[in-house]
């Protein structure tokens, strides 16, 4: 970190941010400019707190030099982190994963039917919302336990592995004990007894960047995670609030590109939440895969027209099966390949 100070500043008011420096037990280097003083704070550990020096006498800015994360980072850990779960599918290595299946598991038939066909289809990794965040309180707001069970029998009949999405701190110990990856939802990003709970919980963890979150604020949330000892964690894009209206979601395929440089941890795409229109999920889904993301997260209800919760952003299971296989042209031109099917 580097304390920038004003032209004008006097020796006296350099001499202060030097001894601020030491007594948060730094070191500090002044280091004297033509025009201006810069000090040097070594041996950042990520805990200094810049409030102490932001509003000191003769300070002009502060500049960080490292990251403010450690254990997501690239410089913490050079080769990526690659998942692999108990049905043989892994994420973040050169193959490319596809989770699909309802926005909310809403019945036995519903989620047993449409999880054979996506595991025909080529998906290995059943999505369905036991606990949705809706932002109505009037809205379907799932089935709870019973939805848990249900996914636990989409499991054992399909061979599928499950993620699903876990709304409080308990709520993710007790999907831990149905689900293969716990899911934390865009809405609860930010929510840090959570992160700590799911960092816990023994599952790998889909973490969802929030609707108006920095890619630095989605990157320090997974730092709860990883330093509750889980490293386990998938990063999702899926969309951030605009002002444009033409889209649920801003979709930043940019995030892809800049997470990939930034951490070792894998990110995928959810074009389904990021466009909120069923036309704009593929040609989304094919952006994300071109731009080197490790998987989509995408919604897929065999009738979408009579879903419970987002049915306007589902896929009917015809337009899925076509979206794979462009996806798998698409991957093989940039040296990757789709996760193979289950048996
Ligand atoms: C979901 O994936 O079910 C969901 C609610 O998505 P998000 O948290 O991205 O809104
Ligand atoms: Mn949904």
Known sequence: MLIVMRHSATPEEIAGVVATIEAMGYEARPIPGKQRVAVGLIGNDGKVDEARLVNLPGVLQIIHVSQPYKQVSREWREDPTVIGLANGTVIGGREIVLMAGPC??????????????????????????????RTSPYAFPG???????????????????????????????????????????????????????????????????????????????????????????????????????????????????????????????????GTGYRRKVIPMARAAIAAGADGILVEVHPHPERALSDGAQSLYPEEFERLVTELRSIARAIGRDLVAPLP
């Open 143 to 273: 089935l709870g336990v019973e939805g848990l069970e249900l996914l636990a029998r989409a499991r054992e009949v399909t061979g599928m592995a499950i993620v699903t999405e876990a709304l409080d701190p308990d709520g993710a110990f007790l999907v831990a004990e149905y689900a293969d990856i716990v899911q934390v939802g865009a809405r609860n990003m930010h929510n840090y007894s959570l992160l700590r709970a799911a960092g816990r919980a023994g599952r790998p963890v889909l973490l969802k960047r929030g609707m108006a979150a920095t890619i630095t604020e989605l990157l320090l949330a997974a730092e709860y995670i990883l330093n509750e000892g889980e490293h386990r964690v998938i990063l999702c894009e899926r969309g951030v609030r605009s002002f444009d209206d033409h889209a649920r979601n801003l979709l930043d395929i940019t995030a892809v590109a800049t997470v990939h440089e930034l951490s070792h941890l894998p990110i995928i795409v959810d074009p389904s939440h």
């Open 104 to 133: 909310s598991v809403e019945s036995e038939e519903q989620i047993l039917a449409i999880a054979g066909t996506l595991k025909t289809m080529g998906a290995t990794v059943l999505r369905g919302g036991a606990y949705t965040p």
